[in-house]
């Protein structure tokens, strides 16, 4: 049995899916980019304020499921310019300190024509 997971302090899901599902003792995010709960907006242009929103949104959503970024096990990044990827990879180093398990790959395109996307799988508890 799973339970999903939903929290105004992130985007809503911009199709049929849910921010988060929780099965067992995980929490399996959906991929977050960079749209402000606020505004609904994608703000930032560049790779760096891209990332910082992202991660704010994973925090919101890991918080809701009983989760943090210190109980990730594996996260999957998507940049749309692998040329971002040391600016990237400064500020995911700042909020993934217990260094998770990770994939990172180069997506042609991106929801929104953003520049990052990242999904995380966290334990809960």
Known sequence: MSTKVYT????????????????????????????????????????????????????????????SFDKAVKTTCFLKNMSDFAAFNAIYGEYFTSKPARSCVAAKELPKDVLVEVEVIAEIG
């Open 8 to 67: 105004k302090n992130a985007p809503d899901a911009i199709g049929p899916y849910s921010q988060a599902v929780i099965t067992g003792n995980l929490v399996f995010t959906s991929g977050q980019i960079a749209i402000n709960p606020a505004t609904g907006n994608v703000e930032a242009t560049d790779i760096n304020g891209q990332t910082e929103q992202v991660m704010k949104n994973l925090g919101e959503v890991l918080k809701e499921a009983g989760s």
